[in-house]
């Protein structure tokens, strides 16, 4: 299985149900609408970003700065998807000796890289064995120094780069002790721990930008100067003596709130740790350091989600167009799986950790929908055609065989492709899965870590559901059953609807007794030269044994719309699916609607009553 490790096989419940059957069992389900869903019917166009990391992951973003962005692009629902093991810092960055300029602490390391700026006569950066914090079990330290070569000064820096991110998570109860032994510091050269933390949108007077505190020793302020620099950079001035260990405990939540009362800090991930020394007028910098700890409270799962929970109502009145609903990012192990609805981080131990069906199922249990993330993987290089179909083919045939363990939902809506994969690529992978009469809702894919400029992302695919109202259960149901359609947010503002047969909604399965349908398409905000694709392929749930979709398109301009609707007949012959994209004036597809399927047999499958569309009774004669 490309992407992960399979334990198990879910059970996929099959039945020899026939198109009686099929009917009844939508008959008896509440809620099935038995004609097209329209806005005029009590639901709504609510467009989702479905895949969103802010300060509780890698990634520079805070929620704030998505939340602005959300807001700015007219994005209604921001599903926050934090990665699970980043939320509890499990394997993070605690302890560092300075054994060396790398070193592995627990489970991950740390690289001590060093760079220098402005003008330097001499400058270092070396591990020593003297000075040594005594009680550290290290047994070496870390000495720095910087001469200038002029007034203008300059700085040696080291930066630590940690191993899969291994400090970028909320800076939310993280306290920093680090030991210091100034050698010499004067009002001309000192000594900075560099914090930076996530980008936030403009606010107040100051622009948009990462938000950076600097703890000093040295330099000529008092101790216990607090004030900001800089609009975004904040200096922190602590007391240590010459030639004697000292303690130094850092709270950066604490000291930025005082520098920028108006920011909530818990919304801040530590996305770079340096110490610099800074030298100007000739003057000599040097300090020595040893035994850093990072001190994380409230990271145990439960507290973690809470504090989560705390800035999403904090947020809610300075943002009151999106409404933000809590997900989570299983992805300690791969493939990566989704959590939509009041989420459980798991333990470590947790078996569904790597088991790909055991984890769906259990997220299902818990009243979430479960979501099969970038499919193709999260990285890979540029592929011939030969090696994408090969790997597409593997692909599909697990996702058919295990019938995609039972998600509810797979990413597809990939702007540009992803894992050396295209586009076009996870479509037919889709579009197999709907010839095999498999029902996982297609979603557009985000999956942003930065927060700057959504419109400008790789991938900006934003899905659009129709549901009677943004809470939470009503996007679920929506979700689970197809109601959505997902497009480029860059180039596509309006939303699309598809029903057959006069009764069957996008997303549904219908049972027909007519050679030819009626498809019914519904667009609005159609730009100019654009035009409407739509796609049928066979549903002739052909297994495994063949891994290629069977589709046909046919092409309509806008001309073709009637009041806003493109009535089209369909071959309704044997059983098929349709579905609908819209091609901008370069032939380049920005938007994507889910299937309907229109059964001429019974289906091999069991379709889940969420899907069942029952036409509705015969009007009786005047």
């Not at 505190?213 to 950079?233: C, F, H, I, N, Q």
């Not at 994408?388 to 597809?412: N, P, S």
């Not at 419109?455 to 679920?476: D, F, I, M, Y």
């Amino acid at each position: 299985m490309t992407g992960g490790r399979l334990v198990g096989r879910r059970t996929v419940l099959r039945g020899a149900a026939t198109t009686a059957a099929l009917a009844g069992a939508g008959a008896a389900l509440e809620g099935v609408p038995a004609v097209a869903a329209r806005p005029a019917d009590g639901l709504v166009p609510t467009r989702m970003a479905m895949h969103v990391h802010a300060s509780f992951s890698e990634g520079g973003a805070s929620m704030q700065a998505h939340l602005a962005e959300a807001e700015r692009t007219g994005v209604d629902v921001i599903w926050w998807t934090e990665h699970d093991h980043r939320m509890v810092a499990r394997r993070y960055l605690a302890d560092v000796h300075f054994d060396g300029l790398t070193e592995w602490s627990g489970a991950t390391s740390v690289t001590w890289r060093s760079s220098a700026t402005g003008e330097l006569d001499t400058s270092s950066a070396s591990i020593v064995s003297q000075p040594v914090l005594p009680s550290d079990v290290g047994g070496k330290a870390l000495r720095m120094s910087a001469v200038s070569r002029g007034s203008a000064g300059g700085t040696r820096t080291v930066t630590a780069h940690v191993k899969d991110f291994g400090l970028n998570t909320s800076i939310d109860g993280t306290t920093i002790a680090i030991d210091v032994w100034p050698i010499e510091t004067s009002e001309d050269s000192w000594f900075d721990i560099v914090i930076e933390t996530s980008y936030r949108p403009a606010l107040q007077s100051r622009p948009a930008g990462y938000y950076r505190l600097r703890y000093r020793v040295g330099g000529g302020r008092l101790p216990a100067t607090v004030v900001e620099v800089d609009p975004l950079d904040g200096l922190v001035v602590l007391d240590a003596a010459t030639d004697v260990w000292t303690t130094l405990v850092l709270d950066p939540v604490a000291d930025m709130t005082l520098l920028w009362p108006d920011i909530d800090f818990r919304d801040a991930a530590l996305t770079s740790f340096a110490f610099a020394v800074t030298s100007r007028n000739l003057a000599p910098s040097t300090v020595v350091v040893d035994a850093l700890r990072f001190d994380r409270l409230r990271k145990g799962s439960t507290a973690v989600l809470e504090v989560q929970r705390d800035l999403m109502a904090h947020y809610a009145p300075l943002f009151p167009t999106v409404v933000q609903h809590q997900g989570l990012e299983i992805s300690e192990n791969t493939p990566h799986l989704n959590w939509f609805g009041d989420p459980e981080i798991w333990p470590a131990s947790d078996p569904a950790n790597t088991d790909i069906g055991l984890a769906i199922s259990t997220i299902q249990a818990a009243g979430g929908v479960a979501s099969y993330n970038h499919p193709f993987g999260t990285s890979g290089s540029q592929m011939s055609t030969d090696q994408r179909t090969k790997k597409r083919r593997a692909l599909t045939a697990t996702f058919v065989d295990e019938r995609v363990f039972g998600a509810d939902v797979v990413e597809v809506g990939y702007t540009g492709g992803r894992a050396g994969m295209t586009q076009s690529d996870y479509i037919a992978v889709w579009d197999v899965l709907s010839r095999n009469l498999v029902f996982a809702t297609g979603v557009g894919v985000t999956d942003d870590h930065e927060g700057h400029d959504w419109t400008n992302q790789k991938w900006r695919h934003v899905t659009g559901v129709w549901a009677p109202s943004a809470e939470l259960a009503s996007l679920q149901d929506a979700l689970q059953s197809g109601r959505a359609w997902f497009s480029d947010l860059a180039a596509f503002n309006g939303t699309i609807d598809v029903v057959g047969a006069g009764f069957v909604p996008m997303g549904s399965v219908g049972a027909v007794d007519t050679d030819r349908s009626t498809l019914d398409v519904f667009v609005t905000d159609l730009p100019a030269q654009w035009r409407i694709g739509v796609i049928s392929g066979v549903a002739d749930e052909v297994g495994s044994t063949v891994l290629n979709p069977e589709v046909t398109s046919r092409t309509f301009t806008g001309a073709d719309l009637v009041d806003g609707v493109l009535s089209v007949k369909v071959s309704s012959v044997v059983s098929r699916f349709h579905r609908v994209v819209l091609r901008d004036a370069g032939a380049v597809v920005r938007a994507y609607s889910n299937p309907i399927w229109l059964l001429r047999s019974a289906p091999t499958a069991t379709v889940p009553k969420v899907r069942v569309a029952v036409p509705p009774p015969p009007v009786p004669p005047a």
